[in-house]
């Protein structure tokens, strides 16, 4: 057995967990049902039954009596088999439907909708598809619609295309864009989630290296005073009241030394060695120049502006800023020229990095690696810092790091505590919307039932444009008289191709006169609102006509 062949042989061994599944599934499904959708159910119930059954506007011919009762739950007890099984539900009512002449096409239309939306399969929907039109074909050859040959043929598939394949089809494309939106938001929803988790983390590496600055900073100014007092107390001019002062203090500074080692020393661990933080500053930046330098890099560095003293923590932030553009730089766009600026401006110290683009051969050697987790910690201790941090390529196809850092120092606690945004500062979490959605999703199934569309449309367009001329004209029907020869009553008739009416001309007719042989003709003023096609009759015997009348065959 092929493996096509074999998507189409029910798993029999897998039947009773199959069997179980589906139960647990429509049980949940029952119970989520809302005050809303039992409304809308009810809505289209009440619809359907007007549409369909009673006073049956799409109906030929409504119920009238007890079968009213009887079709009202029938088609009710079919819409709502949809909810379980909607290829049975869709198949039993074509078939009921298409060989009834009291009920309308409104509830086929909604159970043909419906089950595009809800097989999932595309193989039960072939199949379901396929089974719809033979039951569909067997129905209309049931039902009595008076007409035959081509135009009955194409007016039978006409009506299976109107409201069978488009809603179908229709629901297709609905359940699949649905569904595309539905994983791609999921996607995205995942993707947001390990992004936020990975700048998280970024982040909280990047405060665990401030953490130590100020470790090693603290840790100093404490050491300098627990000497200081230990130099005091040996001061011989102090008395022993001041001098044991000036041990507590001492004992003072040694402990908070300690307690400041035990709780913030253990972040050295799993960090990798950087240099003192005394090093690292503004002023540093030509030292870190002029190292890139002499490892090969075309780098320049500008300054301007006089230079001002500036806060530790924005200090090290213009140092990291220069630090973190330059590595940067040299991974992503090696062998290209680099320009470092630190520009003191009137209210603001702004720090720049740029390179060009990299050269080719190069830049695919060594075109690898993320640059987005560093810059986000870079990001992390510019805005601790107070100052804003702008990343982005340039319109020549360089790139640019540049932070712009305040003069004086910012209370970091209250930024410290906005975590949830993204680089950009909007908020990651459940509220962002998804970035892109897939604009073709379901397009095969929108294709189709436009091509049915057309091709019904086409073809009551061409039928409509034949010249039928088999017709009588009102003219040719007042222009026979009573007695008058057989002959030349009929050489007036007009000649040539008869309308695809179908069927037999005579049904509707007032029985036609004894002895007498009638010729049917179709008239050519038809009228749209009349129920049915108007029919011409002339009767004739003995060589003479004795009788011309007109009829109403109903449709």
């Known amino acids: ?31 989520a049902v809302t005050p809303w959708r039992v409304g809308r159910e009810l809505l289209a119930v009440l619809v359907i039954v007007l549409f369909d059954v009673r006073p049956g506007w799409l109906a030929e011919n409504p119920a009238n009596g007890p079968l009213v009762v009887g079709l009202g739950a029938l088609l009710v007890g079919l819409y709502l088999l949809r909810l379980v099984f909607p290829a049975i539900a869709v198949l039993a009512a074509g078939y009921v439907i298409m060989s009834s002449e009291h009920v309308g096409v409104a509830l086929l239309i909604a159970l043909s909708y419906a089950a595009g939306y809800r097989i999932v399969s595309w193989q039960r929907a072939l199949i379901t598809a396929v089974l719809a039109l033979a039951l569909h074909m067997l129905a209309w050859q049931r039902a009595v619609t008076g007409i035959t ?12 295309g109107l409201a069978v394949a488009i809603p179908f089809l229709v629901g297709r ?66 008395d022993d009241k001041h001098r044991e002062a000036v041990q507590v203090l001492r004992g003072a500074a040694l402990t908070a030394m300690d307690e400041l080692r035990g709780v913030l020393g253990v972040l050295r661990r799993d960090e990798e060695p950087e240099d003192e933080p005394a090093r690292r500053t503004v002023e540093a930046v030509e030292d870190l120049v002029e190292g890139a330098r002499t490892a090969g890099v075309g780098v320049s560095l500008v300054r301007g502006g006089q230079p001002r003293v500036l806060p530790v923590r924005v200090s090290h932030a213009a140092y990291r800023v220069a630090q973190e553009g330059l590595t940067n730089a040299t991974k992503h766009a090696p062998g290209a020229s680099v320009r470092v600026s630190v520009k003191y401006e009137p209210d603001a110290l702004v720090v720049e990095v740029r390179n060009n683009p990299a050269h080719a051969a190069a830049g695919r050697a060594r075109q690898t690696g993320d640059p987005g987790v560093g810059l986000i910690g870079l990001g992390e201790r510019v805005r601790l810092a107070g100052g804003m941090l702008h990343v982005g390529a340039l319109p020549s196809g360089g790139f640019r790091v540049a932070a712009v850092l305040p003069y004086e120092d910012t209370d970091a606690t209250a930024l410290a505590d906005a975590d949830d945004v993204d680089d950009a500062g909007r908020p990651l979490g459940d509220g962002a919307k998804p970035t892109s959605i897939r604009k073709w999703a379901g397009v095969g199934s929108i294709a189709a039932a436009g091509s049915v569309m057309l091709a019904v449309v086409g073809g009551f367009t061409w039928v409509g444009t034949q010249n039928y001329t088999a017709v ?18 009929l050489a007036r008739l007009p000649a040539g191709e008869e309308p695809p009416l179908g069927g037999d001309l005579s049904l509707d007719a007032a029985p036609e ?10 008239a050519d003023d038809q009228a749209y609102t009349t129920p049915g096609d108007k029919i011409v009759r002339f009767c004739f015997a003995n060589g003479e006509l004795v009788e011309k009348n007109t009829h109403l065959r109903k449709a």
Do not use: K, W
């Open 1 to 31: 057995m092929t493996p096509a062949v074999q998507r189409f042989v029910p798993d029999l061994a897998g039947l009773p967990a199959a069997a179980a599944a589906f139960f647990a599934e429509h049980r949940a499904r029952l119970a």
């Open 513 to 522: 006169p004894e002895g007498a042989r009638c010729v049917y003709r179709v």
């Open 149 to 160: 040959g081509f135009f009955g043929s194409f007016l039978m598939v006409a009506v299976f």
């Open 173 to 238: 494309y609905a359940a699949q864009r649905a569904t595309l939106v539905a994983a791609v938001q999921e996607r995205e929803q995942g993707m947001r989630l390990e992004r936020a988790m990975l700048s998280r983390q970024v982040r909280l590496r990047e405060r665990n290296r401030i953490a130590r600055d100020m470790h090693d900073s603290l840790g100093h100014r404490l050491s300098l005073i627990s000497v200081h007092a230990g130099a005091l107390a040996l001061d011989p001019e102090l």
């Open 472 to 489: 009588v004209t009102p003219e040719v029907f007042d222009s026979a008289r009573i007695g008058e020869d057989e002959s030349a009553v």
